[in-house]
C-alpha cells in the first residue's frame, strides 16, 4: 500500500477535522469538496467533540480477516454534538451493551494493521462514558 | 421511445456450481435465454456483473461473454452496481431497444462467488471503503444497523425478521433453480449462529454461483419470439448515500423510494396495482424495509408482513414467490436479472405449483451496497 494515502488522511483520522458548510452549516465529516446538502463549495474546518450518541449499532461475530482476534466487537454509527455522524467501533465493554443512545467518548486508537507489511492504521474508537 | 417486451429467459441453478467457470454459466443461461425465444443473433449485449475482478480475477467482460457465446463482433459492455448490476444492466438493454437504436438485446447477469476468492471483502467493496469498512463494518454488519434502526424506530423484532426467512424458504421449496431449496422453521432461524447481531445466519442470503439472461426486443415485434411477451411499462433508477451515517434514516432506504416512484410514474400503475413481486432480501430486514419503501405497506407497518402472509403465495402481494435471494440464492450480478425472469414467469402463467393466479402487473427491485443504489422495474403480461 502506497503511503500517501496515510498522510492525506491524518486530519480526519487523527485530528477528527470535519468540515461546516457556509452555505447551509451542516457539518460533514471528513471534509469533502462539495456539500451533500446545498452543493455549496465553501467550507470552514471544525473539529468534532471528542464524544457523541450512538445512533444504531451492531455486533460483528463474523469479522474481516484483519479484525479476526478482536471479534465479536461492537459498530455503530456516533452522532457528535456538532452533527456530525461517523462509524466507529465501541470497545472497553460489553459489546452487547452498545445499543442505541448510549453516549460514548472517541478516543485515539490502533484501528488494524494493513497489508503484509503491517502498516500501523489509526483513527477514534468510541468507550462508553461511565 | 418504443415500447418494449421480454420475450425469452435463461438461467443456470443457483448454488456452488464447482463445475462451471463465469464463462460457462454465461453461455448456459444466454442459449437458455435465446431458444427460449428461438432467437439465433443479438444486436447487443449487456453483462451485469459486481466484481469478476476479484471474485476470480477478471475484467473486461463484455467481449470475454460475446466470445463465448460465439458472437464475437457483437457489442457487449460490463454493467457493475454492486448487487444492483443485474437490475441496472436490464434498465440499460431496456433503453437501447425503447430509442430505437437496436431490436434484439440481451440483458445478463453473472457472478462466481465459490472459486476460493475472500467474499466478506469483496462484499464490503460495495460499502464505502475509507469511512466504514476502514473501521472493521462488515456488509452482514451494515444491514445489521439498518434493522436495530428500524427495531428502535418500529418496534420491529427478531422474530419479525425470522419470518421473512421462513416466507422466502417455503417458497423457495418449489423452485428446482433454488439454492437452499429446503423449508426453514421459525426455531431453527432464531436458534441459526450470530452474524452481526441481530442478524443470525439464516436471515443472510448464502454465497452463490450463477446466471441468468432475458431477451428483450419491440414490443411490435414480439410475438416472432413467444405467444407470451412479457411488457416493461416501468423503469426507475436512484441512488442513495453510500455510507450509512450519511443517511437521513439509516431505517429507511431513500434510494428504494426513489427509484419505486420513479418507476411508478413511468408506469402509471401504483403499489396497489402490483399482484406479484421480487424484492433484495439480501438480509431479512432488508425485504422488511424494501417493502414500505415500495408502497405495499405502510412505513413501519413492514415487520407483520411475512407473518401474517400479506406477502406470501395467496396473500395481498406475494413478494419473492421464487424463495428470493435467501433460499434461491444471490450471485449478487445475476439476482437482477434473476428476479425479472421470475415475474416474466409469472405473468407468462407459466410458474407452476408458485403460481400466482391471475398474476397481470409485477414488479421487481434489486439494490446495491447497503442500499446506496436501487432499481426498480415493473412489468405487464401481454
Ligand atoms: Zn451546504
Known amino acids: ?130 | 421511445m418504443r415500447e418494449v417486451a421480454i420475450v425469452g429467459a435463461g438461467m443456470t441453478r443457483f448454488g456452488e456450481l464447482w463445475g462451471q467457470s463465469l464463462r460457462d454459466m454465461f453461455a448456459e443461461a444466454a442459449v437458455g435465454a435465446l431458444n427460449d425465444a428461438g432467437a439465433d443473433h443479438v444486436d447487443s449485449i449487456y453483462v451485469g456483473c459486481m466484481s469478476g475482478g476479484q471474485f476470480v480475477g477478471q475484467e473486461h467482460l463484455g467481449p470475454l461473454m460475446a466470445d463465448h457465446l460465439g458472437m464475437t463482433g457483437v457489442p457487449a459492455t460490463h454493467v457493475e452496481s454492486a448487487c444492483a448490476s443485474g437490475g441496472v444492466a436490464l434498465r440499460l438493454a431496456y433503453m437501447e431497444v425503447a430509442s430505437g437504436m437496436s431490436d434484439l438485446v440481451l440483458a445478463t447477469g453473472i457472478e462466481k462467488m465459490n472459486d476460493g476468492a475472500d467474499v466478506t471483502n469483496v462484499l464490503a467493496t460495495a460499502a464505502d471503503q475509507e469511512l466504514e469498512v476502514y473501521y472493521g463494518v462488515t456488509f452482514p454488519g451494515l444491514y445489521a444497523m439498518i434493522a436495530r434502526a428500524h427495531m428502535a424506530k418500529y418496534g420491529t423484532t427478531e422474530e419479525d425478521m425470522a419470518w421473512v426467512s421462513v416466507k422466502n424458504h417455503r417458497h423457495g421449496a418449489m423452485n428446482d433453480k433454488a439454492q437452499f431449496p429446503g423449508e426453514v422453521t421459525l426455531e431453527q432461524v432464531m436458534a441459526s449462529s450470530m452474524v452481526a447481531a441481530p442478524l443470525r445466519l439464516l436471515h443472510c442470503s448464502p454465497v452463490t454461483d450463477g446466471a441468468a439472461a432475458v431477451l428483450l426486443c419491440p414490443l411490435e415485434q414480439a410475438k416472432e419470439y413467444t405467444d407470451r411477451p412479457v411488457k416493461i411499462i416501468g423503469s426507475g433508477l436512484a441512488t442513495g448515500s453510500m455510507a450509512l451515517a450519511d443517511r437521513a434514516d439509516p431505517a429507511d432506504l431513500d434510494a428504494v423510494q426513489r427509484s419505486a416512484r420513479s418507476a411508478y410514474k413511468m408506469a402509471g400503475v401504483g403499489p396497489r396495482d402490483i399482484q406479484v413481486a421480487e424484492v433484495h432480501d439480501c438480509f431479512s430486514i432488508a425485504e422488511i424495509c424494501c417493502i414500505e419503501a415500495l408502497g405495499f405497506v405502510e412505513p413501519g407497518t413492514g415487520k407483520d408482513a411475512a407473518r401474517e402472509g400479506f406477502t406470501a403465495l395467496g396473500g395481498c402481494v406475494p413478494v419473492n414467490t421464487s424463495g428470493g435471494l435467501k433460499s434461491k440464492g444471490h450471485p449478487v450480478g445475476a439476482t437482477g436479472i434473476a428476479q425479472a425472469i421470475e415475474v416474466f414467469t409469472q405473468l407468462q402463467g407459466k410458474a407452476g405449483a408458485r403460481q400466482v393466479e391471475n398474476a397481470r402487473v409485477g414488479l421487481t427491485q434489486n439494490m446495491g451496497g447497503s442500499g446506496a443504489s436501487s432499481v426498480v422495474h415493473i412489468f405487464q403480461g401481454v
Open chain 1, 1 to 130: 500500500m502506497p503511503s500517501p494515502r496515510y498522510t492525506r488522511e491524518i486530519p480526519s483520522r487523527y485530528r477528527l477535522e470535519a468540515g461546516r458548510c457556509k452555505g447551509c452549516g451542516k457539518v460533514v465529516y471528513p471534509a469533502r469538496r462539495i456539500c451533500p446538502a446545498c452543493r455549496a463549495a465553501d467550507f470552514e474546518t471544525v473539529n468534532l467533540s471528542r464524544k457523541g450518541t450512538v445512533v444504531t449499532s451492531t455486533v460483528i461475530h463474523v469479522p474481516p480477516d484483519e479484525f479476526l482476534m478482536e471479534a465479536p466487537y461492537a459498530m455503530a454509527v456516533v452522532e457528535t454534538p456538532e452533527g456530525a455522524r461517523l462509524m466507529t467501533q465501541v470497545v472497553d465493554c460489553d459489546p452487547s451493551t452498545v445499543l442505541p443512545g448510549m453516549e460514548v467518548s472517541l478516543e485515539f486508537r490502533l484501528i488494524r494493521k494493513e497489508g503484509k507489511s503491517g502498516i500501523l492504521c489509526y483513527g477514534h474508537k468510541g468507550v462508553p462514558v461511565a
